[in-house]
């Protein structure tokens, strides 16, 4: 596709399941980005990938969240038990990733997930 | 990663000029200076990008010193279309992309 896709764009889940939100980044883009974005508040970085590896996982809040992404294409982000406080929009990024002047960012919808 | 400094909110009325500032004082050598905008309910979209001096496209100047310790977004003439939240980002390559919490600029008629 022309831009990055995620999905689902709204998922309300109760609060204990499991959640899965999928990224599909623009074909060629080695760098891939997941934020999460509370309401009026600014992005917090998750998790960054450079092709399939995973170099900065810093961001990711507790051990319920976790991450993959497989053919340097599509990536998971995957939420384990949620919790109330995971009620956010989700939002992915990716880019060309290879040097400085490469890392314009281009961002999908978001996937508004509700925990209730 | 460069720690960044800007404004929280702006207020600005339609067609002025706008002229937001970004503090970057321990920037990187190889760090270019980014600055994205983000509408409610949408995810960020770059505007604009530099490493020195003035960078122009049909959207947005950037001013960067040469000391590269801080860096000024300008919006020619803003309509109410323009309000938005404008995040600064200074970055290398290969590296997470991290964003401060912006400015919110609101255009007033």
């Known amino acids: 596709g022309a831009g990055v896709s995620q999905s689902p764009s709204n998922k309300v889940t109760e609060k204990g399941k499991d959640v899965e939100l999928r990224c599909d980044p623009i074909?060629?883009?080695?760098?891939l980005y997941w934020y999460r974005q509370r309401l009026g508040q600014g992005l917090e970085f998750l998790i960054y990938?450079?092709?399939?590896?995973?170099?900065?996982k810093s961001g990711l809040p507790s051990d319920r969240f976790s991450a993959e992404r497989t053919g340097e294409s599509v990536s998971t982000l995957t939420i384990q038990r949620t919790q109330q406080e995971d009620s956010a929009v989700y939002l992915c990024?990716?880019?060309?990733?290879?040097?400085?002047?490469?890392?314009?960012?281009?961002f999908g919808q978001g996937t508004r997930l509700t925990v209730v | 990663l460069a720690k960044i400094t800007q404004p929280i909110s702006m207020d600005s009325y339609e067609g002025q000029e706008v002229n937001i500032t970004c503090s970057h004082n321990?920037?990187?050598?190889?760090?270019?200076i980014t600055w994205y905008q983000q509408f409610p309910s949408q995810g960020p979209r770059f505007i604009i990008q530099?490493?020195?001096t003035k960078v122009t496209n049909e959207v947005a100047s950037l001013f960067i010193p040469a000391d590269r310790k801080s860096s000024t977004l300008s919006l020619p003439r803003v309509s109410l279309s323009d309000t938005a939240v404008y995040y600064c980002?200074?970055?290398?390559?290969?590296?997470?992309?991290?964003f401060g919490i912006g400015t919110k600029l609101q255009v007033i008629p």
């Open positions: 990024a990716s880019s060309l990733g290879s040097g400085p002047k490469n890392t314009e960012a281009f």
């Open positions: 074909s060629g883009h080695t760098a």
């Open positions: 990938f450079q092709g399939n590896s995973a170099p900065d």
């Open positions: 321990n920037i990187a050598t190889n760090d270019y």
């Open positions: 530099g490493y020195k």
């Open positions: 980002l200074g970055h290398g390559g290969y590296q997470k992309v991290t």
